[in-house]
């Protein structure tokens, strides 16, 4: 439906976007994912219209929109700070796109309580929004978003700036309402967490450009740079060599040899998952070394083992039984799934 | 200056700039078009022409005639004064205000918004009113002489207050503390207060962080509000010449002597431009400072930063500076509204007993033409004509101030707004008195014949409450978030409606405050009007000054009655605006 290629834009001499390409899908939720000054709202502002693009063409059904003003877009977006009419009440700010539309007066007003319902705030019409707490805030920028039946939502960090309970409380709700009424939208956010499980498809971008984009399941699985691993989380990267004994391709990693089925050869950068290890000896491979961390992340610990050549951390099972702290540990490594391989790179030590 | 942040901090908003279809040089140019054409026709036009005009009456080139001006020991005697009286000013202004700012800024008390309200009163009084408040507290037949009179059975007034120095520092004291306190106090209001807990938890005692942390800070609104306090000090018109008398001359009266009373239009023009170049020069200084001022340093909602009055120490500090200011502030006000209905002095041939009474006589005889005066005019004609001039001046101010004001907020760094933004202070530096006689020079013929136009007062009016105008207004469309603008524009919004559902409606308070301010402007100016008003159409500020030119008791009582009437019609516009809990005078 959507379809951003090859977009571009500066301000001044800071490159805000240097060349992004990809489309949204009829009625999927994409997320924008990405480090904060990556130009993941300079991107919502050139699909809403705001702003121009230096380069590059945005189309809506294969007919360009560059030439179409913000208002007459008919999209919806929903801003990090909410941007609420102080002037207006919550009923005021809801009705001002469909006031716009000049929807008669009897349609906006089943509009607004309708959509009211939707986001759990039938009771809030009169309000002044001045007075509303944050995730009130939020609904109601929500609704104000919803309420012309936009084409496409945007929203620009809509969790940014609630605690941490109540995240979670509206990130589910958030699901719920956009799925409920099959709204294609995009999803902006720096928190992977928020992104993954939101959201049907995930553009993993890196200040200015389009790291990766897939299935919150593929960008996880197999992040296809350092930079994608890296900001996910996964932080065990050393270099390595991949080497070809008799036929057989083996990789040589800090912790060991271990065989791997790649087309890389000679010099690595070895990414080693978190997640690819058991105390039960699940696994053909087993590592042993010194346990001399261990963090506790709730349904998982995080514990760092040190080796000979390095320190790695895991995640564990939070049930399994971890020896004391400075003792030994042994246990199993699955090569296949945790071992990922990338360009080289001298920085990594 | 407030409303924004207390929403929040402010928006950056470079990255959501909309860029709109017209490209921004020529958008600006169309903002600037109205107000530009308005300068060019009622402000350089006619300046140029009385210039022009006074340079050709003298026999020497005008080269001479600095020179001349530059090395004559009386002229620069009148320079020196005019700096100094105006220095010194602003020095007891800011010693004044700035306990006064602390206490606005740091502290919430019952009251605050009365007494806020009651600071800004004095600021809109026209000169008139201020010098005749004074006059009735300390004058020869002030209340303080008569009370000193009257307990020690003196014949003559002990204290020699009119025509002296310490007249006019205390007016211009009681004129532009207002500024130090709203200027300074909003922005002291505003500074995180955890900064000067950081510098107290590093080590740091009270002195030293008064010093290291809080002053440096403050600086930049500090300079601010002196240079505005010098700028008006040095610009200073009835406060010197009624309150400081023939023994005092500044440029301002320096060019109405030699205009009105000489005829050296030579002189009297290179003075005037003498006077220009300093404004000129002290406002583009202080359009620099203001700009500074509008992105400011870890800047809080109030609610963070003021506590109550909950020792005795802070208490006692604010019980003293409150008194201070009210007694600063009001007190000439009251002399004067009480003075108006009081009866001092028995009428003529009744020169037997006589006791001083209150009576309502002098407001009586405001519409009794007892000289038979030929251009005797009742004062509720007086009233109705300058209510009547009131009304234009804000019509034309606001549409000339709203275009110009929006050009300036929303392209705040462009070169043409850092031209046009001192610019637009120039008039508020211009002497009211070459401003009068270049629109009786420059506008006398076809097509801008103005001299029998009613429009000709509310023009001149108009000049100097633009600066005011914009002031106010400029602020508020500044703390307008952008986001606030795109998310109308997302929701189907059209720029002309975005201008009104969003815009207009958030700034409504500020263009009340804008209006007032024309409103109070207009009705108070004396300088410019007394030269260009039809004797027969008299704005309240000419029927004062008629009176007090005319010797009497009846005269002098009938001028404080109109002097009250003309503070309550200002003071009800001021209190009203301060009820709509805009606590700003605006950015200056």
Same mark, same amino acid.
């Not at chain 1, 990405?34 to 219209?49: D, E, F, H, R, V």
């Not at chain 1, 070394?289 to 506790?296: K, N, Y």
């Not at chain 2, 023009?269 to 220009?276: D, H, S």
């Not at chain 2, 429009?455 to 005011?468: E, N």
């Given at each position: ?5 090859? @977009? ?16 949204? @899908? ?187 984009? /897939? ?44 065989? @791997? ?19 039960? /000896? ?68 | ?142 209340? +303080? ?94 406060? +010197? ?55 400011? +340093? ?42 108006? +209905? ?247």
């Amino acid at each position: 439906m959507l379809q951003i290629e090859n @977009i571009a834009k500066r301000f001044g001499d800071k490159v805000a976007l240097g060349g992004v390409t990809f489309d949204v @899908i009829d009625g999927e939720i994409l997320a924008i994912l990405g480090p904060s000054g990556c130009g993941k709202s300079t991107l919502l502002s050139l699909i809403a219209g705001l702003e121009h693009p230096d380069q590059g063409i945005i189309t809506w059904q294969g007919e360009s929109i560059l030439d179409v003003p913000p208002h007459r877009r008919g999209f919806g977006l929903m801003f990090q700070d909410y941007a609420l009419f102080p002037h207006m009440n919550v009923y005021e700010n809801i009705a001002f796109g469909l006031h716009m539309v000049g929807l008669p007066q009897e349609a906006l007003q089943g509009r607004v309580s309708e959509i009211l319902d939707l986001v759990g705030l039938a009771d809030f019409a009169n309000r002044d929004v001045n007075t509303l707490s944050g995730g009130e805030q939020q609904r109601v920028a929500l609704a104000r978003a919803l309420a012309p039946k936009p084409r496409l939502l945007m929203l620009d960090e809509p969790l940014g700036s609630v605690d941490r309970t109540l995240r979670e409380r509206l990130l589910f709700d958030l699901h719920r309402i956009l799925q409920d009424i099959h709204q294609t939208a995009i999803y902006v956010t720096h928190d992977q967490e928020e992104a993954f499980a939101l959201a049907d498809r995930v553009v993993l971008m890196r200040p200015g450009q389009v790291e990766q984009i /897939g299935t919150p399941q593929e960008i996880y699985r197999r992040p296809v740079s350092i930079f994608a691993a890296n900001f996910l989380g996964f932080t065990n990267l050393f270099p390595g060599e991949v080497i070809d004994i008799k036929g057989n391709e083996l990789v040589k990693t800090p912790i060991g040899e271990f065989p @791997i089925t790649t087309k890389r050869k000679g010099k690595v950068t070895i990414l080693i998952r978190p997640d690819s290890v058991d105390l039960d /000896g699940k696994w053909d491979y087993s590592l042993r070394g010194r346990l001399t961390d261990i963090s506790f992340r709730g349904t998982l610990t995080r514990a760092v083992i040190t080796f000979e050549q390095a320190s790695l951390t895991f995640d564990f099972p939070t049930q399994s039984k971890l020896p004391a702290l400075g003792s030994e540990i042994e246990f199993g490594f699955d090569p296949e799934h945790g071992i990922l391989l990338y360009e080289p790179e001298n920085k990594i030590t | 200056m407030d409303s924004s942040l207390d929403r929040g901090s402010p928006a950056i908003t470079g990255m959501w700039e909309y860029t709109p279809k017209l490209p921004k040089f020529a958008s600006l140019m169309l903002l600037w078009l109205a107000p530009l054409i308005f300068l060019a026709l009622f402000y350089f036009f006619p300046l140029i022409k009385i210039l022009g005009l006074s340079f050709s009456r003298s026999d020497t080139g005008w080269t001479e005639l600095f020179i001349e001006a530059l090395i004559s020991t009386s002229i620069r005697r009148v320079f020196w004064f005019t700096v100094w009286q105006a220095l010194l000013s602003t020095l007891i202004t800011l010693a004044i205000g700035l306990p006064g700012a602390y206490l606005f800024a740091r502290y919430e008390f019952r009251g605050k918004s009365m007494l806020m309200a009651l600071t800004g009163i004095p600021f809109v009084l026209p000169a008139l009113v201020v010098a005749a408040a004074f006059t009735s507290l300390l004058g020869p037949r002030g209340w +303080i002489n008569l009370a000193l009179m009257a307990m020690f059975n003196l014949s003559q007034p002990p204290i020699q207050f009119i025509n002296t120095l310490t007249a006019i520092l205390l007016a211009h004291v009681f004129y532009n503390t207002v500024i130090v306190l709203r200027m300074v106090g909003d922005f002291w209001s505003h500074l995180d207060p955890r900064l000067t807990q950081a510098a107290r938890t590093l080590g740091a005692n009270r002195w030293q962080t008064l010093t290291r942390i809080t002053l440096p800070l403050l600086a930049p609104s500090i300079a601010a509000a002196a240079l505005l306090v010098f700028i008006f000090n040095f610009t200073s018109f009835g406060v +010197i010449l009624i309150l400081g008398g023939p023994r005092f001359a500044t440029l301002e009266t320096e060019i109405y002597y030699q205009t009105i009373s000489l005829f050296n239009l030579p002189l009297a023009a290179t003075l005037a431009i003498i006077q220009l170049m300093c404004t000129l020069a002290l406002t583009v200084f202080y359009t620099r400072l203001t700009l500074r001022l509008s992105t400011p +340093i870890n800047l809080r909602s109030r609610r963070y930063t003021q506590r109550r009055l909950s020792n005795w120490k802070s208490r006692i500090l604010a019980a003293c500076l409150i008194t201070l200011l009210i007694g600063l502030l009001t007190t000439p006000l009251i002399a004067l509204a009480t003075r108006s +209905i009081t009866r001092l002095e028995p009428e003529l041939g009744q020169e037997t007993l006589f006791t001083p009474s209150l009576t309502l006589d002098f407001y009586r005889e405001l519409s009794v033409n007892r000289t038979s005066s030929l251009f005797y005019v009742p004062p509720t004609t007086a009233i109705a004509i300058s209510l009547g001039y009131a009304g234009v001046t804000i019509l034309l101010a606001l549409a000339l101030g709203l275009p110009a004001a929006w050009a300036l907020a929303r392209y705040p760094h462009t070169p043409i707004n850092k031209i046009m933004d001192p610019l637009l202070m120039l008039p508020l530096g211009t002497s009211a008195v070459t401003l009068g006689l270049g629109f009786i020079v420059a506008l006398n013929r076809p097509p801008l014949d103005l001299r029998t136009s009613i429009l000709l007062i509310p023009l001149a009016h108009t000049l100097v409450a633009f600066p005011f105008v914009v002031r106010s207004l400029t602020p508020a469309l500044r703390s307008i978030r952008p986001r606030l603008r795109h998310a109308a524009m997302v929701l189907g919004a059209p720029p002309g409606r975005v201008f009104r559902f969003i815009d207009l409606p958030l700034i409504g308070r500020a263009l009340l405050v804008a209006a007032t301010f024309a409103f109070a402007i207009s009705l108070g100016e004396f300088g410019a009007t007394a030269l260009i008003a039809r004797p027969e159409y008299p704005t309240i500020p000419i029927v004062i000054y008629r009176y007090i030119s005319q010797p009497g008791a009846m005269n002098y009582g009938q001028a404080l009655a109109l002097s009250t009437i003309l503070m309550l019609v200002t003071t009800a516009g001021m209190m009203a605006i301060e009820r709509l809990r805009i606590a700003d005078i605006g950015e200056f």
